[in-house]
């Protein structure tokens, strides 16, 4: 069953990077996940990478898969 999510723009995934709001967001593959309670997301940055942003193509350089992505929660697909 697919999910029907809400569209949101790169701007508006911007501003969850862990300052400029509350939430904190990162997408993946068109998909925007929140990472608010995530402790490896704290003030919005987790080693090199930071929030609000789209991470499909830093991925490749990370120690993990995007199985990791399985575990969190989807808020809404990135807007093209």
């Known amino acids: 069953m697919n999910e029907i ?3 949101y723009t790169k701007f508006q995934l ?6 400029d709001k ?3 967001w990162i ?3 068109g998909i925007i996940y929140d990472v608010t ?4 997301w704290r003030n919005g940055k987790h080693y090199e990478h ?3 942003q789209d991470l499909t193509h830093e ?3 990370a120690p ?11 808020i809404g697909r990135l807007e093209h």
């Not at 911007?14 to 300052?19: D, E, F, S």
Request: hydrophobic content about 35%; cysteine-free; proline content about 6%.
């Open 27 to 29: 997408a993946y593959k």
């Open 22 to 24: 509350e939430e904190i």
């Open 50 to 52: 930071f929030a609000g």
């Open 64 to 74: 993990h898969t995007e199985i990791v992505f399985e575990r969190l929660k989807k």
């Open 14 to 19: 911007a501003l969850r990077n862990g300052t």
């Open 37 to 40: 309670n995530s402790t490896l």
């Open 5 to 7: 999510l809400p569209e």
């Open 59 to 61: 991925l490749p350089h």
